[in-house]
């Protein structure tokens, strides 16, 4: 299979006629092989607008255009703190990390952490594993929020870890929902919008009590 080509009719059939039309997100999007990211017997299907399988655990990527929606909807510039917390294998952080952010990665599967620090090591992308739910308050604030999967609500903690002028993006609903909202949360005191609906995988540990319900 040619993934180079994969890649391309990607950026062009599914990310820019769904309006992802930031110039750096295209960039990045053509620039990092996501099949790298998927597990071998998903690599054919890294570039297909389906939430592909990243561990046996039940744990599945966002598809390539709900990505691109949200970094789109994060509206970072160039050197902006980002935290991507469920970060998987670490395809989002690479793309991330392509367009000039400095880009820190949550993940509390362990496997899955390790192979994405690996996978991100020429990015300089920092990791750490640990409760979802936590966020990464000892990295300090951060510009931008995102969430790598569904989650049932957003606890406050991680929403206090963005800058005052902060934004968090993810996709908010219950397991087996026909639809879910993407929603955008940003602004002290807190502000949030929904985006889009959508359907994603759920993020383990997210949602439960002191949680910001949307």
């Known amino acids: 299979m040619d993934f180079t080509q994969a890649r391309v009719n990607m950026v062009k ?9 930031d110039p750096a997100l295209l960039q990045g999007l053509l620039r990092v092989p996501r099949e790298d990211f998927a597990t071998s017997a998903y690599r054919e299907f890294a570039y297909s607008d389906l939430p592909i399988p990243l561990n046996d655990g039940g744990r599945r990527a966002l598809t390539p255009v709900q990505i691109g929606w ?15 917390i469920g970060a998987g294998s670490g395809y989002e ?31 300089q ?3 750490r594993v640990g409760p979802l739910a936590d966020g ?24 206090g ?13 219950q397991v087996g929902e026909v639809t879910m909202r993407a929603v955008r949360v940003s602004g002290i005191p807190v502000r949030q919008e929904t985006l889009f609906e959508t359907v994603a995988s759920p993020l383990p540990g997210l949602g439960d009590d002191g949680s910001f319900r949307l």
């Open 136 to 159: 990464w308050n000892e990295a300090g604030r951060f510009d931008g929020i995102l969430l790598g999967g569904a989650v049932t609500s957003i606890p406050n903690r991680i929403v």
């Open 93 to 123: 952080c690479a793309v991330l990390a392509g367009m000039g952010m400095t880009v820190f990665a949550l993940e509390s599967d362990a496997d899955l952490a390790a192979r994405g620090q690996q996978l991100t090591d020429p990015e």
């Open 161 to 173: 870890q963005l800058q005052e002028d902060g934004v968090l993006v993810g996709i908010v609903g």
């Open 13 to 21: 059939s599914q990310a820019v006629p769904n309006m992802v039309r």
């Open 125 to 127: 992308v920092q990791w």
């Open 70 to 84: 949200l970094i789109q909807e994060l509206q970072l510039s160039r050197g902006d703190r980002v935290l991507v």
